[in-house]
């Protein structure tokens, strides 16, 4: 079964950042476009960034945009979330998985990386 390794969480203060990185096994990496997600505390899990699978192509949620860029290593298996400008609405457990627009629907989920953000 694919695997999810998120890394990179912690605390930081508002208006800092943090860099997450995730790296899959799976034989197709290349070929899927990824998404990263969050899950903010009592909270449904949410699509923050995704990039196609050549990465010539990302998108974001609003409330990423001009914050948080999203880039992939094909030749390492690892798609990346750069973080600056953090705030405190930031603060949720980061997960990434191939991309889908409804995240309800994944069925499997690594075990996600927490990013804190203090004010």
């Known amino acids: 079964q694919v695997q999810f390794v998120e890394s990179g969480g912690g605390l930081v203060q508002a208006g800092g950042s943090l860099r997450l990185s995730c790296v899959v096994s799976r034989s197709t990496f290349s070929l899927n476009a990824m998404g990263w997600y969050r899950q903010p505390p009592g909270n449904q899990r949410e699509l923050v960034a995704g990039i196609s699978s050549s990465g010539t192509s990302t998108k974001y949620a609003d409330s990423a945009k001009g914050r948080f860029t999203i880039s992939r290593d094909n030749a390492k298996n690892t798609v990346f979330l750069q973080m600056d400008s953090l705030k405190p609405e930031d603060t949720a457990v980061y997960y990434c998985?191939?991309?889908?627009?409804?995240?309800?629907?994944?069925?499997?989920w690594g075990q996600g990386t927490q990013v804190t953000v203090s004010s």
């Open positions: 998985n191939l991309l889908c627009l409804q995240p309800d629907r994944i069925d499997y």
